[in-house]
Structure formats: C-alpha cells, structure tokens
C-alpha cells in the first residue's frame, strides 16, 4: 500500500513536470502591442475636407467641412473566445481624419496570443457619459479634446459630428449638419445612438512582445448615408438631437469595414 | 511744534483704526463657510462626500459665479441672470437676457435649495449640480464662451491659481475643480428660514387668514408644489398655451421636457418650480409669462388649456384648471407670502458685494 502511495506520487511529480516542459518550450509569452488604423474614404475615394464628393445612391453631392467621432470600449477577442478589454481610462478614443495624431491607436500591453476579432463602440457608453467629470479621461474633458463633441444643455458626448455643404441642402448656406449622440438617457429612456461593431480577423493573429500587428480598418462616409436608411441632405439637411439620429446611428456602424492587417 | 498731547491723540487715532480695520478683516476671515442641513428639511440629494463644501471651495466658487470672464466678451457673470436680492433670479425679466442682449428660452429659474434636487433646469436635462454651470457658459444666446477659454483666462490670472491652490491642494486648473467650486457656491443658497419655516419649527405663529391659505394651498396646490421645497422635482404641463420661441434661430415651441427625453408623453411639461420667495422672483412661469401671482393664480382658476400632456391634476371632476374663488386667492396669498425668506435674499455670505 505505502508503495503504491508513493509510486503515485512519483506518477504526478512527473506528470506535473511534462507539464511545466510544455510551458517552457511555447513562445516566450510576453506582452505586445497592436496598432488600429482608420482610413477614411467616400466609396474609393480618399476622404479629405473641402472637396465635393457624389453619392452615387442618391445623385447628391456634398463638400465636407467636418468630420469627428468617438469610438471606445475596445475589446479584443482571442481564439479560444477569452477577451481583453482595455483599462477604462485609455478607452476612448477621438478620431479625426484630418489630424494624423487622431487615427490611430495603439494598444499597449495586450496579453500575448492569437487574437481573431475586436469589437469596439461608436461613441461613449452611459455609464462614462454620467460619470463626475473628476472621473473622466482627458480624451472626454469638455474643455479639453470633447469640446465641441458635448451637449452642455443635455449633457452627453455627441459620438459623431459630420458637416458641410450640399446644393442639395435647403438650409441657408447650403450647410448639412449631422450631431449624432444620446447614451439613451439619464432616468427618462430616451434615444440611444450607441452602436457596436465587432471586426472578425479572419485569421488569427499573433501579438507577442516583438510583434506589433497592425489592424488598418476603412471608413467609408458614403455608409453614413447609405444604409438601412437612406439618408437623404434634401430631406434631413439638419439632424442633431432627434428620434431619426437612431436611424443615422444605424448606419454609421456600417462604416468601419476591415482593409487588411500588417502582421508587423 | 505742536503740542505732545496731539500728536498722542493723532496715535492713538491711528492705532484705534488699525485695530478696528484688523478686527473687520479677522471677522471676515474668522467665518467658516460650513453647509447645514436644516433640521426640517430632508436629506440633501447631493453627495456632498464627493465635494464638501469648504470656506475655500465656498469662496473661490463665489469669485466665479459673479465673474464675468466666463462670458465671451467679459460683459455678464452668472449673478447677471441670477440675482441674489432677486432670489437668484433676472428681476423684472420675462426671458433673461444672455450676451449682446440676446433674449434666452426661459425665465432664469432661482439658484436656490439645489442641494435637495436631482436634475437642474426648467426641463431637468442636466443631471448633476457640478454640470450645470457649462451649459449657460457655452450657449450661444447666454455667455457664448469655451469652458476651455474661460479656464485660460483663469490660469493667466495669478489669484485665481492661488485660490485654486487653497481650495483644492494645487494651482491646477481643470474642469472638474472649476465646475465643484461653483456648485460649492451654490450649495450655499439655503432658504429655509421663512416665517412658515420658523411656524414649522414652532418659532412663530400664522395669522388667521394664512392659516386658511395654508388649508387650501394643501387641498389644492401641495400635491405638486409638495413638502418644505414646495415642489415635488417632477415635470408637469400645468395648462399653459405653448407660445412661439426662437430655438438655435429658428422658429418653433418650446417643448420643455420633450427636449430631453424625446417621449411624446413629455410634451410642454417643465419642472414644478417651488413656491418660495415669490415676492423676489416675479415674473412667474417658465416663459415668465405672468407679471404678478394674481394671474398665475387666475390662470389655475380660469385659463388652463387642455391638451393630450396636462396634468391629470388639472382636469378632475370634469373640469380643467382649479376651482378658486376671490376668498380663496386672498388667503392663498396671504400663505405665499410667508414663504419670503428676507434672510436668504439678503445673506452677505451669497452676494456679490
């Protein structure tokens, strides 16, 4: 009996052992980095401010003046399914293309392994949106980089701020003005423009310490306007605070489609 | 030379004055700003743990509620809309007036008992004190200012990051610190010592007649202008026909909580605004539509307007408005008037000079 006592102990020692030799042989396992990209583009045209663009949809034309949005709440997604979100605070990101320092984002210190998917919001959830200001990062300070991307009078975060001008456009100045925001509402439900997107890799890519992969994702504005709904300037030159924002928001997630993924 | 007994008194003058001067400044300096409940009023709904209100916070807070940096030409402070011998409010205005004499949606509402509300406004979109303040800087047809700018123009100015300093540990000047100093300010507006204050609290006595407002405003007005904050901080359309405004200049309605909520069910409702210091705050409603309590009374009596959002309160028994006849009115007023707080309107802590 007392053999057969030790001789499995002897049994486990060894077996716990083949597994610690597996562990060492894998990859050494230290953290890496990863690299989201946003280009921006009109069907297959480059994006760029001041230059008249056709909706080929529609037949409307449309010069934009502005474009700026938030996305936040990045997880990614690895092959057995587990998930890596991001630290609160270095969740939130304000995109604007046409400042270089505004899209981009690096993910820093992401667990190494084989990642497949990444889901991220279109603008800020409820629960940042009602925090104490103390609390908020600076990306969503509203005198900081969220100034004019906030409703004082209603306070929130407006995710995505489109403008410009259009002949199409009965406002004066021919102006088009989308403000697309609301987190659904403090104590009232009201509208609720927050939208997720999940990118599937389709692959799985591999992020290790000396491995920084690089996810380059296209926006493509004409999706803003041709969508499940088809948003037409003529009929909706100004929508801002409103129940057919949740229709625009329907379509705006559309937008961010996978290009391809630089493997480092 | 002039005789020695003189030049003693003209000393002793002297001194005398330096020590009456020191002992003003140390009776100044000496009162610390401290936020009391009133033992008759409900816990407060703000959490003072996140922002106690200290003598420097209080001070610092008071300098910018009557500076006017944060407006866009330096022209209007908060106090120019919100007067402190007005209750915090724009004295004799219908609409207030914002910058370049722009006129604004609504009647200034008091900055008064905040500590004991949820949501702030006519239509309670902000929804915590320390967030207010952004929403008159930034609008156009108030202060028309970047909070950002204003927090420039304080960082430039040496006393201010001092203040800064003696309020919360550092000169840094951010958002969040700006924003806790003024909600510390306004923490301080208490009204809560009104004769009928003092008649609750079994200090003093209402006459006959206010003893018969008092009856009737209970039977029919304290069901929403509820409890010692003579509101029961929900929204309400009270009847009053929607009049044409100009929104972001454009023509259209003010729809109240509507703005907010975007619930067909929340059409022209606006918060039930409290009952005290009415001798103060004239003209009345949010539009400030009636000049004296007379016709807002008249307009409960005779000139409520249906609508598919008034209140069920407003229509019972088959009838829209409330029944009042002229007995009833003068008692009525006669109890309004003594939820004047001449305490409140007049405390040198809250006002501007």
């Not at chain 2, 915090?88 to 500590?115: C, E, K, Y």
């Amino acid at each position: 009996m007392k053999k057969l006592f030790i001789l499995s102990l002897f049994i486990l020692a060894a077996l716990s052992a083949c597994q610690k030799n597996e562990k060492d042989e894998a990859v050494p396992q230290t953290n890496g980095k990863l690299e989201i990209k946003f280009d921006h583009f009109v069907g297959t045209e480059r994006f760029a401010l001041n230059q008249s663009f056709t909706n080929p949809s529609s037949g409307e034309s449309f010069t934009p003046t502005l474009l700026k949005y938030f996305v936040s709440n990045f997880r990614l997604i690895k092959e057995d399914g587990s998930e890596y979100v991001l630290p609160a605070e270095q969740n939130y990101f304000l995109i604007d293309p046409t400042d270089n320092s505004l899209q981009k984002i690096q993910v820093e210190n992401l667990p190494a392994g084989k990642y497949t998917a990444i889901e991220f919001i279109i603008g800020v959830d409820s629960l940042m949106s009602t925090k104490d200001v103390s609390e908020r990062p600076p990306v969503l300070d509203p005198a900081g980089q969220a100034q004019d991307m906030y409703w004082s009078w209603n306070p929130g975060y407006i995710f995505v701020k489109f403008e410009g001008t259009s002949p199409q456009s009965s406002e004066s100045g021919n102006v088009f003005k989308y403000h697309i925001g609301g987190y659904g509402g403090y104590d009232t439900p009201s509208i609720n423009c927050i939208r997720s997107r999940r990118i599937e890799f389709g692959e799985a890519v591999m992020v290790n310490g000396d491995h920084t992969p690089s996810l380059h994702l296209i926006v493509d504005v004409l999706k803003f306007f041709n969508g499940s709904t088809s948003l037409k300037i003529a009929e909706h030159p100004v929508v801002m605070f409103n129940s057919f924002a949740t229709a625009i928001a329907d379509n705006y997630k559309e937008m961010f489609v996978l290009d391809h993924i630089h493997e480092d | 030379m002039k005789p020695a007994y003189i030049k003693q008194t003209r000393h002793l003058l002297l001194y005398l004055c330096l020590l009456a001067c020191s002992a003003c400044q140390q009776q100044v300096e000496e009162v610390p700003i401290q936020w009391q409940q009133p033992a008759h009023f409900p816990p407060p709904a703000y959490d003072f743990s996140r922002n106690p209100v200290t003598t420097a916070g209080f001070k610092l807070g008071k300098r910018l509620f009557y500076d006017t940096r944060l407006s866009r030409d330096n022209s209007i402070s908060c106090g120019s809309c919100h007067i402190p011998t007005s209750a915090f409010t724009h004295h004799g205005h219908d609409l207030s007036h914002g910058i370049d004499d722009q006129l604004t949606l609504r009647n200034a509402p008091p900055v008064m008992n905040l500590a004991w509300h949820k949501e702030f406004g006519w239509d309670g979109g902000v929804f915590q004190l320390d967030l207010f303040a952004i929403s008159p800087i930034e609008a156009h047809n108030e202060m028309d200012e970047k909070l950002s700018n204003v927090l420039e123009k304080l960082r430039a100015d040496a006393s201010y990051r001092q203040m800064f300093k003696a309020a919360f540990g550092s000169e840094e000047i951010t958002t969040a610190r700006f924003l806790m100093a003024l909600a510390q300010f306004q923490l301080m507006a208490v009204s809560a010592n009104s004769r009928y204050d003092r008649y609750l609290q079994g200090r003093d006595t209402l006459s006959l007649l206010e003893q018969e407002g008092l009856r009737i405003f209970q039977q029919k007005c304290a069901d929403c202008h509820a409890g010692v904050l003579f509101t029961d901080l929900s929204y309400r359309n009270n009847g009053l026909a929607p009049r044409r405004v100009r929104i972001e200049g454009a023509d259209s309605v003010d729809t109240g909580r509507y703005r907010i909520t975007l619930q067909p069910s929340d059409l022209y409702k606006f918060k039930v605004p409290s009952l005290r210091n009415l001798r103060y705050t004239a003209p009345y409603m949010h539009d400030g539509r009636f000049r004296t309590l007379n016709e807002v009374l008249e307009h409960y009596n005779s000139g409520v307007q249906p609508s598919p959002t008034l209140d069920p309160r407003l229509q019972q028994s088959g009838r829209v408005g409330i029944p009042l006849n002229e007995t009833e009115k003068e008692a009525l007023l006669a109890f309004l008037e003594t939820l004047n707080d001449e305490s409140f309107v007049r405390d040198p802590r809250l006002s501007e000079f």
